[in-house]
């Protein structure tokens, strides 16, 4: 969160002028921080359990969470459905703030730190020594989980061992709306221009906003069929084809309210469409301001095949997963702005392009005259998930079972905006399953269970329990699961090498495909419930019902 607040304030200190050190350097009589505001929501559905759609994180095993939503997995496993059900998965809404976690006070401690570093650059500026400094405020940080739809799927027997499917399917949706407002400044310098000792005021007055959007959906088609049932176990093959649709919105406003006053009594406005001084008809502008817009859009198709064979109580699963690369694309997008026609370089340039102010040129006449600028933004940007071989396995123990993937990826998990690119070199990765089957009776050790059930949040699986007479529940399972992803990484294009290196070094551990505690049940004989109670990436609070008709 640091590096992001100081990133945000050195952005600002861009729209003042960096007063080229041929000159002396301005002093800042006041800086007030204004206020911060973010609101980060994630809804990512990647995982299993809860009757897993997750086409990511979820363990493949006939045994465990099979229904409809396999079609996003392993769709052989359709096969092993013998009626027609619908399903689909939700979750509810969680925030920080319903969870009891004040993030204002660690921002507004990471505001001070980073404001005390922003002003000992007395490279820029030199803050005056009866200057007035005030920090900024954090109005309000909101992160959390949207009640948002994850997926919905059919499946129906047509033929004999022939089940067709249909799915929809929403694995990521991020977005960030990032705020910063009532930003003041005051320099104060005297500078000659043009052989005249001018006195120069510049009270500036910034707004910052930033939005972001990432959302991936897809619309699977496919079916499961069994091609062999004998002495030698029973084998169900499936193939499905999926339309993929990825989005990536970029919004940027950096808007510069002020003025510069000469030799105390003369004012000249930036933003102001009504200056007399200015003439529009020659293209004339006293706009201040950088934007940056982008909906990057992309639709691409990919397959999977699946086969399972059950053999003397064991299943041995196959899949494989072609994902697509996304080549994202919007031949709309813009990035431009104004700045004072005294400044060279661009926002953000670096080197020979890096921003600057050459004050000697400052017209008298027109000191607030700004002039168009284009700031380098790409028309596109890259992204893909990483498609996959998984072989697996699961067996029962008693009443419960096991699984184990192992799963081999044949592409890399990345994202390219340029001069930007993360990328996870994916190799190998490793999944496994617990499933505990528990009574269908509250009696005898189910009590000494409570505390277990306590720890999956089964307050209604208990309430479906203790009225079971009416409720028909029965087949309860409680699943533990998790998953690990090996390889190298790669970061290009950040500015701090520091942060290159701390994210690439993260990126370089065995990272989560996911860590799961689900649990699922069936009540009314025929309506199956599922709940992811927590997981990583998924969060918590993610159910999903498959009703059998």
Do not use: C
Request: charged share 20%; no cysteine; aromatic share 14%.
């Amino acid at each position: 969160m640091k590096k992001i607040l100081i990133n945000l304030l050195v952005l600002f200190a861009f729209s003042i002028p960096v007063w080229s050190q041929s000159s002396n350097t301005p002093s800042m009589k006041y800086y007030s921080g204004g206020e911060f505001s973010m609101n980060m929501q994630a809804s990512i559905n990647t995982m299993g359990g809860g009757l897993g759609s997750g086409n990511f994180g979820r363990v493949f095993s006939p045994r465990i969470g099979v229904s409809s939503a396999t079609i996003f997995s392993n769709p052989a496993e359709l096969a092993l459905l013998n009626k027609a059900s619908i399903f689909f998965d939700s979750k509810f809404t969680i925030t920080s703030s319903a969870l009891g976690v004040d993030f204002n006070k660690l921002v507004d401690e990471s505001l001070k730190l980073t404001t005390d570093d922003f002003l000992k650059d007395t490279n820029t500026f030199i803050l005056d020594k009866n200057g007035y400094k005030q920090y900024g405020k954090t109005s309000s940080f909101e992160f959390g989980q949207p009640a948002a739809f994850g997926s919905f799927a059919i499946s129906f027997p047509v033929y004999d061992k022939l089940v067709l499917g249909f799915g929809v399917y929403y694995p990521m949706d991020l977005s960030i709306d990032m705020y910063m407002t009532g930003i003041k400044t005051k320099l104060n310098s005297t500078k000659s221009v043009s052989g005249k000792e001018v006195i120069i005021d510049l009270p500036l007055q910034s707004t910052f906003a930033f939005n972001f959007l990432f959302r991936v959906n897809s619309m699977t088609l496919g079916g499961g069929y069994q091609v062999y049932n004998g002495k030698y176990g029973t084998t169900n093959i499936g193939l499905a084809v999926a339309r993929y649709e990825v989005t990536n919105y970029f919004n940027l406003l950096l808007n510069v309210d002020g003025m510069i006053i000469m030799n105390k009594n003369q004012e000249y406005h930036y933003n102001n469409p009504n200056d007399p001084n200015i003439n529009t008809s020659l293209g004339e502008s006293n706009n201040f301001n950088w934007k940056l817009n982008g909906n990057f859009t992309s639709t691409k198709w990919g397959f999977r095949f699946g086969a399972t064979h059950n053999f003397r109580d064991f299943n041995f699963v196959f899949a494989v997963d072609i994902l697509p690369k996304f080549e994202l694309s919007d031949d709309e997008a813009y990035s431009y702005g104004h700045q004072p026609s005294f400044m060279k370089g661009r926002l953000l340039g670096e080197d020979e392009d890096a921003l600057d102010i050459l004050i000697d040129s400052l017209k008298l006449d027109k000191p607030n005259l700004t002039k168009p600028v284009n700031n380098p933004f790409p028309k596109g940007a890259e992204f893909s998930f990483p498609s996959t071989i998984t072989i697996g396995v699961d067996a029962p123990v008693w009443e419960h079972a096991v699984a184990f993937n192992l799963v081999k990826y044949i592409s890399d998990l990345s994202y390219k905006l340029e001069p930007y690119e993360i990328t996870k070199k994916a190799n190998i990765g490793f999944k496994g399953a617990i499933d505990l089957k528990f009574k269908d009776e509250l009696k005898g050790w189910g009590f000494a269970l409570l505390p277990f059930r306590a720890m999956f949040f089964d307050f209604d699986g208990l309430i479906f329990q203790l009225f079971r007479k009416y409720t028909k529940y029965t087949n309860p399972h409680y699943i533990m699961s998790g998953g690990l992803f090996i390889g190298d990484a790669n970061v290009k294009g950040f500015g701090d090498p520091s942060q290159s290196k701390s994210l690439k070094d993260f990126l370089n551990l065995p990272l989560p495909t996911g860590l799961s505690l689900s649990r699922e049940y069936t009540i009314f004989n025929s309506l199956r419930v599922g709940v992811v109670v927590f997981g990583i990436p998924d969060f918590a609070l993610r159910f999903g019902v498959d009703l059998s008709i």
